[in-house]
């Protein structure tokens, strides 16, 4: 692969016959869209139109293809990067989107995260441990309800309690409202502790008002935000992280679907290249349905070395308990942020307690005394 | 259904024995995501956790699930209407979202498209026809290659011309050097003609980037522009509908396949219900699956009657000919967008004539001679 190509790697499901006529479908489908045969400019029939370089036979009437595309077409630009790499072949159903492979230049011209695993830990001083999250819920407290219960969470020694990803901009909890009152009560709660937890809220809506709510959250004295790219478009993503380099944001992976783009590349490597500083992703063993393999490639795209790209942190979430944390460290190790829900609120007036025992359990581990 | 709630209809792959127990997740996942039995707050338990409404047996092992949802959660945010439907749920593979049902109230907040079916008919002035279109391509040529392409095109008496959704703002073709060339050359072409060629700009990136490319575009003369939802997410389409009342938007379908969510639904009626003025979609017997069932309901999703929204015009497309235009349009009828892209493009130096005879195959239609 030269600097000028990248790669799309796709699962297609098809006939031995007709895979190498399908291969090239989608290399045309991917770039020019249009018969071949009708383009005269001999630069686009060699810079542009995509190209085969592989089919491979996995079995069971599955193939691997990796069409080559054209670093042109996409420059720096993340919604392009998904438009070209998936856009119209998404619309076909016999194909899953497994990966891309990038030149160096063009991971460098996406930059990445700002602050990543290492920032992330730096705001919270956490070294040497993996890092603990909770979420404020359920959606429809209003935000002094929020406020109380994120002290709470805080006072039990978090490093990071995010909105609910459901919590946006309501009228019975108005972004405006809720987000003092709840950088309000963590503060209090950091001043009894001594321990940095930083509030995340939820931006919403279109990047326009995202810019908005960043200024005011930042304003508050925030500096790590919650966001769902799928649903605001990667490009909202990518321009927030261009318009603040002094935010950290955590991806969340709403809307991000299971079955047509293969998890471990949305979630671990295109959110990282995309600029997410962490990324929440469905934990194996929880209510979602993912395999330890799915996991464990998540994590290693999101944390794996790269010449241009800072770490990105992993966030397992999803029906996650504290006594689960031993095992879970163990399999991911210390790159990770953990972050628990609703087993926590199920402990109710005794919340803080509760999230004590998580955030002791995970330093606990970080100490070499794993199952203690 | 009240005015207070609103609903998500799924079609989930169970057992029946474990049916009715895997619907009552869905209703929390997409509403509290947290215990229930741990949220004390009677008036969150009765407005915001979600309800199964029914559940109904369709056979072969499929399900269909109406959950009732709030509408306070919703409001008139569209990331947050694909986040409350489907968002932590489009994460398992059991379960697609199909449909979703509005109270009145709630689509007259979201508002729908500005212009709609009565307003691309009007800015053409085509009463009584079918509306024709074709795209630029391939990317990977220059402003003036294009602007030369959109002249012959306009010659040949379309309707509406769009910039490929490949185009973005590629160092090849920046939109502002490419959007002021072509709209020149259509400029030229309709004083030609004397029939009012609209050319739609693709816009790409952030929405910040979009509301700028809007703006030189409307300083061209332009009033319809060309965006892709799934890739600027549904809240950019929004803002941008919500920002400029003038401007007609045509929804592109790119990355669309790759939510799991029902084309009827997603292309039909959501990019209706957010704004959107016509809707691009793969079109029954091309090169995409859609079966006449699925193009049928999209369809009618776009155009139905509704109390609260325009019509959107709905754009089949991919892979069409001039000898399909008589099939096609007795399909759809009249209240449609016919989109042909590579079949006019193959005609190369012939472009003009062959747009000028799928042109007058639409016209000849809306005239009764339905098969000349």
Known sequence: MTESRWQAVFRVRSEAARIDARALTIAVEQSVEMPVGAIDDPAILQDIVGAVDSVAELGGGLFEVRIGLSVATVEDDAGQLLNMAFGNTSLHDDVVLHDVVLPAAMQA????????????????????????????????????????????????????????????????????????????????????????????????????????????????????????????????????????????????????????????????????????????????????????????????????PSPHLRAAVPVPAGGMTTERVPEILDFFGTDVMLLLGGSLLEARERITEATAAFTQAVARHGQGNTHG
């Open 109 to 304: 011209a996406f930059g990445g995260p700002n602050h990543g695993l290492d920032g992330m830990r730096a705001r919270v001083g956490a070294m040497g441990r993996a890092l603990t999250a909770s979420a404020l819920k359920p959606q429809g407290l209003g935000p002094d309800r929020l406020a109380e219960l994120a002290e709470r969470f805080a006072l039990g020694g978090l490093d990071y309690i995010k909105d609910d990803h459901g919590i946006a901009n309501q009228a019975y909890a108005p972004f405006a409202a809720r987000v003092p009152a709840i950088a309000a009560a963590v503060r209090r709660a950091v001043q009894s502790t001594g321990h940095p937890t930083r509030y995340l809220p939820s931006l919403s809506g279109g990047v326009d008002q995202m810019h908005r709510q960043v200024r005011l959250a930042v304003a508050e004295g925030l500096d790590t935000m919650l966001i769902a790219p799928m649903l605001s478009g990667v490009a909202s993503l990518q321009s927030l992280v261009r318009a603040w380099p002094g935010v950290a944001f955590v991806a969340h992976p709403t809307l991000g679907g299971a079955a047509r783009i293969a998890p471990e590349l949305l979630f671990g490597k295109l959110f990282r290249l995309f600029g997410a500083d962490a990324s929440i992703f469905p934990n194996f063993g929880g209510r979602f349905g993912y395999s330890q393999a799915t996991c464990r490639k998540l994590a290693a795209n999101a944390t794996g």
